[in-house]
């Protein structure tokens, strides 16, 4: 077993914040170590996480959009949500993951403009799930700056 | 031929009657992602035999940048406030021959002796001086919402809209950013769009001069003294409000404590730029602009991912902000849109 990627991504932030800004006086070459030290880190978060966050969202999403048929009254619309529920699931690379969450996400703003443009309360309804799904998305994507 | 070796050759050929010219020290200055900006220490003599020595500021070109921004423009900016109440530094030169430095620029006086991080106003130190820094900061920007537009030099390289096509046409501009660099699908930042569209603000009471970027960190300043607005690449003319909303915005809030900049509430910001300048603040077009200014951000940090990920530019600061801002935008503009 080698140590794991965020063990190492922290630990190059760790030497980059620790050891080696405190040495530059230079405040260009500073700054990027400041950047790259704050990046490395987050990088780490994100490998840790990427894959667990993107199969959340896309089934939150899938969800939403089996949910939604009934309140779209745009054909096209409405089969494209079809097709979105009944596509086969991805594998787990990252890389497949994050396809498919831009095609979700593609097609969460199409339905999201639509149901704006409708007033009935089943809109309304999956106008409020949409916000909250947004909000949602915010809070998986959250990041933050403490050295672990 | 060195970058260092390239600027002793232009200044040695741009000064008047300078001879044994010297480039004593040359450094890059952080921060500044929409142009690469360095400091400059020059000394020669004169045909007298006199020696001088100067400062300089040079904004090159970036090969990739947050802002795709025209130059002359920012130039004539700088040119429209030298020698008048809103302090900048002098500018001097536009070189558009990329024959000097492989790629255009200009030179402005350096002012020195003055910090420009906004972190330094984080300083409990600093404590005692930030009302009046923030008085000053505001009622700068109250000048310039208040200085008479025909004569100014950026007329003539700059587009003067017509009252009610100031909020048009930004929104039209931002979003075509959007269009153009996101990566990947933005649903809150086009929710944010279409909202700004169905509400949209009244006409200004006047079309003014619009820094663009007006915030704690893109001036240079002493204690309480501010001797030079700086970062005028984003500079336009339209509605003043877009300043005061811009520079309220939560992600220059540095210590996500409601105060903009770190140093002032928004509100008593706004007093005192109605005060300076005579406008009044309407508070829906405030909230407008509050919200459009979110959308505005998202655009600056997608086109720096975007210049990033196709590898246009290597600037650690680019993927930084596509990292850190482009979800924290995000947040901000669903709080502008009271939807958290």
């Known amino acids: ?148 | 031929m060195s970058f260092e070796d390239s600027v002793a050759r232009y200044f040695a050929a741009r000064l008047h009657d300078a001879h044994d010219l010297q480039v004593t020290r040359l450094y890059r200055i952080p921060g500044g992602a929409s142009r690469e900006t360095w400091s400059v220490d020059v000394r020669w003599l004169e045909g007298t035999g006199k020696e001088r020595k100067q400062g300089f500021i040079v904004r090159r070109d970036p090969e990739a940048s947050l802002v795709d921004s025209d130059r002359r423009v920012e130039f004539d900016f700088y040119r429209s406030f030298a020698d008048s109440a809103v302090p900048v530094p002098r500018p001097l030169y536009l070189e558009t021959d990329p024959t000097w430095l492989e790629r255009p620029f200009f030179v402005m006086e350096r002012i020195d002796g003055c910090e420009s991080q906004f972190q330094a106003v984080l300083d409990p130190g600093f404590a005692p001086h930030r009302a009046g820094l923030a008085r000053r900061m505001y009622e700068i920007l109250a000048d310039i919402a208040a200085t008479p537009i025909d004569a100014l030099p950026a007329a003539e390289s700059a587009d003067v809209p017509a009252p009610d096509a100031c909020w048009r046409r930004e929104l039209d501009y931002w979003e075509g950013v959007i269009d153009k660099h996101e990566l990947e699908p933005q649903p809150i930042a086009r929710a944010g769009l279409r909202w700004l569209r169905r509400n949209p603000p009244p006409p200004p009471q006047r079309v003014s001069v619009v820094h663009g970027d007006y915030r704690v960190g893109n001036f240079l300043y002493r204690g309480e003294h501010i001797a030079g607005i700086v970062d005028w690449e984003m500079a336009h003319f339209g509605d003043p409000l877009e300043d005061l909303a811009w520079s309220f915005m939560p992600a220059w809030q540095w210590a996500r404590d409601g105060m903009a900049g770190g140093i002032v509430a928004p509100d008593d910001a706004v007093r005192i730029w109605e005060e300076r300048s005579g406008l009044g603040v309407d508070p829906a077009a405030l909230r407008w602009w509050s919200t459009f200014s979110c959308v505005k951000a998202q655009g600056i940090w997608l086109t720096g991912a975007r210049e990033f990920a196709d590898g246009r530019a290597q600037d650690i600061m680019l993927a930084f902000t596509s990292y850190w801002l482009i979800n924290a935008q995000d947040r901000f503009l669903l709080q502008a849109l009271r939807r958290v």
């Open chain 1, 1 to 148: 077993m080698v140590p794991s990627v965020p063990l190492v991504l922290n630990g190059l932030a760790r030497t980059m914040l620790m050891d080696l800004l405190p040495q530059t006086a230079h405040a260009y070459s500073g700054q990027t170590l400041q950047l790259s030290g704050a990046l490395a880190m987050m990088c780490a978060q994100e490998f840790e996480r990427a894959a667990a966050r993107l199969v959340e969202e896309n089934a939150a999403l899938v969800a939403l959009f089996g949910d939604a048929t009934a309140a779209i009254d745009d054909a096209a619309l409405r089969e494209e949500l079809h097709a979105a529920v009944a596509a086969p699931p991805t594998g787990l690379l990252v890389s497949a993951l994050h396809e498919r969450n831009r095609v979700l996400r593609g097609l969460l703003v199409r339905l999201h403009a639509h149901v704006e443009t409708v007033d009935s309360p089943a809109a309304r309804a999956l106008d409020a799930r949409i916000w909250a799904e947004l909000l949602e998305s915010t809070r998986r994507r959250q990041l933050d700056l403490a050295l672990a």
